[in-house]
C-alpha cells in the first residue's frame, strides 16, 4: 500500500521561510508528477506547485518567485520551499503524487503565517 507523509509545517511570522517535505513509501513502481496543494478555512483546496519526475514546474501565480517545488526521486520525496511566507499563505498543505498510475494524497500538515 502506497502512503504519503507529510512534515514541516509549522507557525512562521510573515517574511519567513518553512520548507515541506512529502516522503512516498510502500510499493511503489513508479511516481510521476508530484504536487503541493493547499486548504485554507472556508474555500476550496487549491494547487500550488507541480513538479513532473523530469523536473518541469508549474506555481500558483500567487506563490511565484517565492515557492520553489523540488523532488529527490532517488527518496521518492517532494519538498516545498516557501520563501517570504505572507498571512494568507495560512492553510493545511497536502502533498499530491500519481504513483503506480494512481492519484494519492497526503493527509495535511498545517502552514500559520502570523502578522
Known amino acids: 500500500q502506497v502512503q504519503l507523509v507529510e512534515s514541516g509545517g509549522g507557525l512562521v511570522q510573515a517574511g519567513g521561510s518553512l520548507r515541506l517535505s512529502c516522503a512516498a513509501s510502500?510499493?511503489?513502481?513508479?511516481?510521476?508528477?508530484m504536487g503541493w496543494y493547499r486548504q485554507a478555512p472556508g474555500k476550496q483546496r487549491e494547487l500550488v506547485a507541480t513538479?513532473?519526475?523530469?523536473?518541469?514546474?508549474y506555481y500558483a501565480d500567487s506563490v511565484k518567485g517565492r515557492f520553489a517545488i523540488s523532488r529527490d526521486n532517488a527518496k521518492n520525496t517532494v519538498y516545498l520551499q516557501m520563501n517570504s511566507l505572507k498571512p494568507e499563505d495560512t492553510a493545511v498543505y497536502y502533498c499530491?503524487?500519481?504513483?503506480?498510475?494512481?492519484?494519492?494524497w497526503g493527509r495535511g500538515t498545517q502552514v500559520t503565517v502570523s502578522s
Open positions: 510502500g510499493s511503489i513502481l513508479g511516481i510521476g508528477v
Open positions: 513538479i513532473t519526475s523530469g523536473g518541469g514546474t
Open positions: 499530491n503524487a500519481f504513483i503506480n498510475r494512481s492519484n494519492y
